[in-house]
């Protein structure tokens, strides 16, 4: 049975850092990307950022220079070091993870993000 387990998000204060960590385990084909997914109240889901399997990186304007995406391929784990929050950052962060087999990819069940200000 696939699981990702996501953790990290917390309430912080704006100008403040985060780090989400977000694991994969029961997936039996090779991973291509993983990525970060957003949704604050009241919006759409969001990308956050994504890395694939050769570590290129995209991220979403709104936190470039801000936020880095990382990989351990080894432990099949995705994190995302937030920094310089800002309220807007605020909202329930999703990990995704997709296989080279397929285009559908999992999704964890969201870790919550509040940046006060």
């Known amino acids: 049975q696939v699981q990702l387990v996501e953790s990290g998000g917390g309430l912080v204060q704006a100008g403040g850092s985060l780090r989400l960590s977000c694991a994969a385990s029961g997936i039996i084909f090779r991973i291509d990307s993983m990525g970060w997914y957003r949704q604050a109240p009241g919006k759409q889901r969001e990308l956050v950022a994504i890395?694939?399997?050769?570590?290129?990186?995209n991220y979403a304007d709104s936190v470039k220079g801000r936020f880095t995406i990382s990989r351990d391929n080894a432990k099949n784990t995705v994190y995302l070091q937030m920094n310089s929050l800002k309220p807007e950052d605020t909202g329930v962060y999703y990990c995704?993870?997709?296989?080279?087999?397929?285009?559908?990819?999992?999704w964890g069940k969201g870790t919550l993000v509040t940046v006060s200000s």
């Open positions: 995704n993870v997709a296989t080279v087999v397929s285009a559908i990819p999992y």
């Open positions: 890395i694939n399997s050769g570590g290129r990186t």
